[in-house]
């Protein structure tokens, strides 16, 4: 049975043809900007004939000066870049253009970026302090507007179930860290899917443009999703909420509130889950999320010896600033006495991890044998992190990552941690 949904993400593709003899190029060096298909020859019958046109194979740091608008085809040619739309399409295959609004003007009888409204269809908070006299706004219709869902009674039992599944209780026989992230058909196959569709596709989002351009600078549109796919512990699940969706879920009256910290995704939740798992298995007292010295720390636990452990789990993204401060607060509660550990969600992200620990001027961190050339294997990794420890100045003992743990824990014959007992605590 299919792990993630019974349907495609991808919005169809267009059919393969022979865009190319149909859409004639235009005179633009280096450039690959043509008509599209149905304007015909390069001519104009009229000098007010307006073309639609496309760049079928723009440059990542577009637009160009140079470039656009374009001169003889865009009539609000010259103009500044700042003022130009962007506008895409993905027939007869994905192309942009950066145009006027008075090319959309010319081209549709009307600037369909400018409308005019009547104030009452506006909510209170968006209305202006001095109304017009004839009670109308204009206002810019830009894709940048948050799309709403309406809450089906299917969606709505599924977030529900999504809520539950994240604060780690049963739903429908299974539970996230003990079966292992179940499917999407262990927790939603009973409910229409074609009402779920929207909670993992925008029906509004150009896929195709996506793919084609998503690693252009000039690309910034994302999809309005409420889940999305995700790979934690080798698995590929569907169901890891957004920022969109965790709002959507905290900020709904009807729907369980998220545990834990909202601004992080599933793949950290479910380290958190397992590192808890762990301390408690050790026969420690476990706390999550837990404030300690003016710092919240993902888990804190203590011994029989009153030890106190700080963990923290680190997943991979690029705000560098974010993980400095997660190596200063660990290394604060270092001194305070405490042992700190990391669980890393793969040994790619611990490593790049460190050597920017490593390298960076404003952190007192010191690898003895200089940052990871390669991905070693975790022991290898962890024996080279723990000489650090206790040769240099490296505030962190000990760390892991998702999948080495939960080998050593759930995922381990030999180590038997009972069911009710993961079932009925918290983290």
Same mark, same amino acid.
């Given at each position: 049975?299919?792990?993630?949904?019974?349907?495609?993400?991808?919005?169809?593709?267009?059919?393969?043809?022979?865009?190319?003899s149909?859409?004639?190029?235009?005179?633009f060096?280096?450039?690959?900007i043509?008509?599209?298909?149905?304007?015909?020859?390069?001519?104009?019958?009229?000098?007010?004939?307006v073309?639609?046109?496309?760049?079928?194979?723009?440059?990542?740091?577009d637009?160009?000066?140079?470039?656009?608008?374009?001169?003889?085809?865009?009539?609000?040619?010259?103009?500044?870049?700042?003022?130009?739309?962007?506008?895409?399409s993905?027939?007869?295959?994905?192309?942009?253009?950066?145009?006027?609004?008075?090319?959309?003007?010319?081209?549709?009888g009307?600037?369909?970026t400018r409308?005019?409204?009547?104030?009452?269809?506006?909510?209170?908070?968006?209305?202006?302090?001095?109304?017009?006299?004839?009670?109308?706004?204009?206002?810019?219709?830009?894709?940048?507007?948050?799309?709403?869902?309406?809450?089906?009674?299917?969606?709505?039992t599924?977030?529900?179930?999504?809520?539950?599944?994240w604060?780690?209780?049963?739903? !429908?026989?299974?539970?996230?860290? $003990? @079966?292992?992230?179940?499917?999407?058909? %262990? #927790?939603f196959?009973?409910? &229409?899917?074609?009402e779920?569709?929207?909670?993992?596709?925008?029906?509004?989002?150009?896929?195709?443009?996506?793919r084609?351009?998503?690693?252009?600078?000039w690309?910034?549109?994302?999809?309005?999703?409420?889940?999305?796919?995700?790979?934690?512990?080798?698995?590929?699940?569907w169901?890891?909420?957004?920022?969109?969706g965790?709002?959507?879920?905290?900020?709904?009256s009807?729907?369980?509130?998220?545990?834990?910290?909202?601004n992080?995704?599933?793949?950290?939740r479910?380290?958190?889950g397992?590192?808890?798992?762990?301390e408690?298995?050790?026969? !420690?007292?476990?706390?999550?999320? $837990? @404030?300690i010295?003016?710092?919240t720390? %993902? #888990?804190?636990?203590k011994? &029989?010896?009153d030890?106190?452990y700080?963990?923290?789990?680190m997943?991979?993204?690029?705000?560098?600033?974010l993980?400095?401060?997660?190596?200063?607060?660990l290394?604060?509660?270092?001194?305070?006495?405490?042992?700190p550990?990391?669980?890393?969600?793969?040994?790619t992200?611990?490593?790049?991890v460190?050597?920017?620990?490593?390298t960076h001027?404003?952190l007192?961190?010191?690898?003895?044998?200089?940052?990871?050339?390669?991905?070693?294997n975790?022991?290898?990794?962890?024996?080279?992190?723990?000489?650090?420890?206790?040769?240099?100045?490296?505030?962190?003992?000990?760390w892991?990552?998702?999948?080495?743990?939960?080998?050593?824990?759930?995922?381990?014959?030999d180590?038997?941690?009972?069911?009710?007992?993961?079932?009925?605590?918290?983290?």
């Open positions: 049975m299919s792990r993630g949904p019974p349907y495609d993400t991808d919005e169809p593709s267009t059919p393969s043809l022979d865009w190319e149909m859409a004639p190029e235009l005179d060096p280096d450039r690959d043509r008509l599209l298909p149905g304007w015909g020859g390069m001519v104009r019958e009229s000098p007010d004939e073309y639609e046109f496309g760049d079928f194979n723009p440059q990542p740091d637009p160009n000066p140079d470039v656009w608008p374009l001169e003889d085809y865009d009539p609000g040619y010259p103009a500044d870049l700042d003022d130009l739309v962007l506008i895409t993905s027939a007869p295959a994905p192309n942009v253009a950066w145009v006027t609004r008075d090319y959309l003007k010319a081209l549709k009307y600037d369909p409308q005019t409204i009547d104030i009452e269809e506006l909510p209170p908070w968006h209305r202006p302090d001095t109304p017009t006299r004839d009670g109308t706004v204009d206002v810019v219709a830009t894709n940048d507007a948050i799309r709403s869902m309406d809450i089906t009674p299917d969606r709505k599924a977030l529900t179930r999504l809520a539950n599944l604060n780690g209780e049963l739903v !429908r026989g299974h539970h996230l860290l $003990r @079966d292992k992230l179940p499917s999407w058909i %262990d #927790i196959g009973d409910l &229409d899917q074609t779920l569709k929207r909670l993992v596709v925008d029906p509004e989002h150009d896929y195709e443009i996506a084609a351009f998503g690693d252009h600078s690309y910034r549109r994302s999809a309005s999703v409420y889940t999305a796919p995700k790979s934690i512990l080798r698995k590929k699940v169901y890891s909420p957004t920022l969109k965790k709002t959507l879920i905290n900020q709904h009807d729907l369980p509130s998220l545990r834990g910290d909202p992080e995704g599933l793949p950290h479910v380290a958190v397992l590192a808890t798992v762990r408690r298995h050790r026969g !420690r007292v476990v706390e999550t999320y $837990r @404030d010295r003016g710092y720390v %993902d #888990i804190a636990s011994d &029989d010896d030890v106190i700080v963990g923290e789990a997943t991979d993204h690029n705000n560098w600033q993980h400095r401060d997660t190596y200063r607060k290394d604060r509660l270092h001194d305070e006495g405490m042992q550990y990391v669980v890393f969600d793969s040994r992200t611990a490593y790049r460190f050597n920017h620990w490593h001027e404003s007192n961190a010191e690898l003895p044998k200089g940052p990871f050339g390669s991905d070693p975790i022991t290898t990794g962890q024996a080279r992190i723990e000489d650090a420890y206790e040769r240099t100045n490296w505030s962190i003992p000990t892991t990552t998702t999948s080495a743990l939960w080998n050593d824990t759930l995922g381990d014959a180590t038997t941690i009972d069911t009710d007992y993961i079932l009925s605590k918290n983290w």
